[in-house]
């Protein structure tokens, strides 16, 4: 009788549990692999990424730093797959390299999103893998036609670049190139240097071009704010207010410096049309939609004349 009673009170157990469980179900956990998290670019992402999903039930994020370690990441990658993410979104440490990310996604059967840095240069993603970032080359084409009206079309320029392995490094700097030598063949490159997109770099560098290049350096252009900051630092510990300084990624240090004039421009990398579109897509993916393969994010020049309306 006793044993009865026991095992009939275990059942009734079990069923609680039961009920429990499916009035709960497991939520979603979607990984987010960042190349470094204190890049503030890359915080601001984060940020709108975290945003999208605030009021939505049912997803767990996971967020994890890859430190600027292409290997960190892959592991950070396997890891979330291992513990059963649904989705991925990854911002590449290195945008030829992706290969063992891009293949263990397509072998787990979950979406992959990459964001901000594109793997896939002038192709389109494989099935079940998205891009959303802006056209890098447009942010460098943008820089050079503001800086090259504002010197009349000649001088020299100094161009600071983020790391070498990166896509937005290299096509911002090709943007800048190509367009100095098909509209403004009077402007000389004198210099590029990477600065690993740091501010203490753009700033060191900047102090060693001023000395070398003295009144012929009219221009420093860096692939980010952060940089070119830096490089306002450095003119303004060197007395050099006739140096035009212009940044990429509107960050708000970037548009008070455009709005005091220490800067001459930013332009735009929207970190809300990135993060929540990337969102947008992982959501999509799960829920049984097709999200567009590749999710183009404009750049806009940022300067005086336009700044009331992004602050």
């Known amino acids: ?93 290195n945008t030829s390299a992706m290969a063992p990310i891009t293949k263990a996604a397509q072998d787990a059967k979950i979406p992959l999103v990459y964001v901000n840095r594109n793997p896939f240069g002038d192709s389109n993603p494989p099935a079940g893998v998205y891009y959303v970032g802006s056209q890098e080359i447009v942010a460098g084409q943008l820089q050079a036609e503001a800086v090259g009206k504002l010197l009349n079309g000649q001088g020299g320029v100094c161009i600071l670049i983020g790391k070498l392995d990166n896509e937005g490094a290299i096509l911002r700097t090709k943007g800048n190139e190509d367009t100095f030598a098909a509209q403004f063949p009077n402007i000389k490159v004198l210099a590029t240097q990477a600065g690993d997109w740091q501010r203490d770099q753009g700033m060191s560098i900047s102090e060693n071009w001023i000395t070398t290049y003295g009144s012929g350096l009219n221009a420093i252009l860096g692939n980010n704010d952060e940089m070119a900051l830096g490089a306002v630092e450095a003119t303004k510990a060197a007395g050099r207010s006739d140096i035009i300084v212009m940044g990429v990624d509107a960050i708000p240090d970037a548009l008070a410096a455009v709005g005091n004039g220490s800067l001459a421009a930013s332009v735009l990398q929207d970190a809300a049309g990135q993060g929540r579109g990337a969102a947008d897509a992982a959501f999509k993916a799960l829920s049984g939609q097709t999200p567009s393969p590749i999710t183009w994010v404009p750049f806009v020049l940022i300067d005086k004349s336009n700044l009331s309306q992004y602050q």
């Open 1 to 93: 009788m006793k044993r009865t009673l026991f095992t009939a009170a275990a059942v009734i157990l079990l069923a609680v549990g039961l009920i429990s469980c499916q009035g709960k179900p497991k939520a979603n956990i979607v990984g987010y692999v960042c190349t470094n998290f204190n890049d503030t670019f890359q915080g601001y992402i984060m940020e709108q990424f975290r945003g999208y999903f605030a009021d939505k039930d049912g997803f767990q994020l996971e967020f994890q730093d890859a430190q600027e370690d292409v290997v960190k990441q892959q592991d950070h990658v396997n890891n979330l797959i291992a513990m059963g993410a649904k989705a991925l979104v990854v911002v590449p440490v």
